[in-house]
């Protein structure tokens, strides 16, 4: 998860680079009307299924949250259909195979898979980061062992700092410092997630808790599943977690001042509302194995208007905040999305201003994307020219 192959960032780039031509004729059959069908569907499992999400996507700009829901919708489709008892890894391959035609320009038959398609070709999201959350959801399926914190982040950078790093590409805001804040939001909520539902997740047979945070508090992982209980010393653990979370918080509030301004109070309610989660579970005494952590409706309300508040912190330690590296389990999947960013960039200013009023590194992106485009047209017509000749000698 904190590597990214060479051949998943060629995956990406052509996409980046061709992807409005080759899915033109797609683009035409997908009207408005079925879009907007699409995205109702989206909205009302979300409204369902995520609450939380559905709160904060409604204080987005209205072409940002069309995007928003189409992402959020296939991520929740996908990890709903990994939850489900009866999945197995033949589901998780379909779920491969649909993020691939999605990718192709054709769809499979489902709204979120559609409405998801037109949102990776208009921002320019790289195949690399939803084909890492189906990876993150492989590790459930597999049961896998988390022996350390590294471990459980390569897990909520999975699952969920993909999903910050896709809304970051949403907000247009793609530069490496900024996808490295977005990253750390998106592992410190699902660390919230996790000290969350510690008594739940064992009673489902599953512990994402390092396991060498519980044999230094004398905890067998083995005899916990077999009967969750709490403990003082469990709770130590989900405590040493929450501090964990809250420092990646911290990192995360940091970019928000980054993201475009009528975007910054839906990321902010988001971010205060997961944190909630994690004072409830400090005042119920880290007991996550007897009581699950929920934040009610009219504390959502009065943290959604705290968000409106825009941070003021101008200390060294924010300047430091903003500007530290991405998370080792994030690095390559921040900087897969910054190229595809970069290059994206470059396309919409050469294609708005023309090449002459790009800046240097964006002549120089548009130049060497019209000299791949043309390469490709030169071996395609070699490659015709060839069968034509074939053709007629036989």
Not at 233 to 260: M, S, T
Not at 358 to 386: G, M, W, Y
């Amino acid at each position: 998860m904190n590597k990214v192959s060479p051949s998943a960032l060629e995956g990406f780039e052509p996409f980046a680079l061709h992807a409005r031509s080759s899915l033109d004729s797609s683009d035409r059959r997908y009207g408005l009307s079925r879009y907007h069908s699409d995205l109702n569907a989206c909205t009302a499992a979300i409204r369902k299924g995520s609450k939380s999400f559905h709160l904060a996507s409604l204080l987005l700009p209205p072409e940002t949250r069309k995007a928003a829901v189409a992402l959020y919708a296939f991520c929740r489709h996908s990890d709903d259909l990994i939850d489900d008892p009866r999945s197995d890894r033949h589901s998780l391959e379909q779920l491969r195979h649909r993020l691939d035609l999605i990718y192709r320009g054709t769809p499979a038959d489902y709204p979120c898979d559609r409405a998801f398609q037109k949102t990776v070709t208009d921002y320019a999201i790289p195949q690399c980061i939803p084909a890492a959350l189906l990876d993150g959801f492989e590790m459930d399926i597999a049961g896998r062992h988390y022996q350390t914190l590294a471990d459980v982040k390569e897990y909520a950078t999975g699952v969920a700092a993909t999903v910050g790093l896709m809304m970051s590409l949403i907000m247009r805001t793609g530069e490496t410092q900024h996808l490295a804040r977005a990253a750390d939001l998106g592992i410190a909520m699902q660390l919230t997630n996790i000290a969350r539902d510690v008594g739940e997740d064992a009673r489902n047979g599953r512990i994402y808790l390092p396991a060498d945070w519980l044999d230094q508090h004398g905890i067998n992982p083995d005899t916990f599943l077999v009967s969750p209980r709490f403990s003082p010393e469990l709770g130590e653990v989900i405590k040493r977690l929450l501090q964990e979370a809250e420092r990646h918080y911290r990192l995360g509030h940091a970019g928000i001042a980054a993201l475009p301004p009528d975007c910054r109070h839906a990321i902010r309610s988001a971010a205060l509302i997961y944190e909630e989660i994690g004072t409830e579970i400090v005042a119920n005494g880290y007991a996550s194995v007897t009581q699950r952590a929920h934040t009610g409706l009219m504390r959502k309300v009065s943290l959604l208007a705290a968000a409106r508040r825009p941070a003021t912190d101008r200390s060294a330690s924010a300047k430091q905040a903003r500007q530290a590296p991405a998370d080792p389990s994030a690095a390559g999947l921040v900087d897969a999305a910054a190229r595809s960013f970069s290059i994206a960039k470059a396309k919409r200013s050469f294609q708005s201003n023309g090449l002459s009023e790009a800046s240097t590194p964006e002549r120089l992106l548009c130049v060497l994307i019209r000299l791949q485009n043309e390469s490709r047209q030169d071996l395609r017509f070699h490659k015709l020219a060839a069968r034509q000749r074939a053709a007629r000698l036989t």
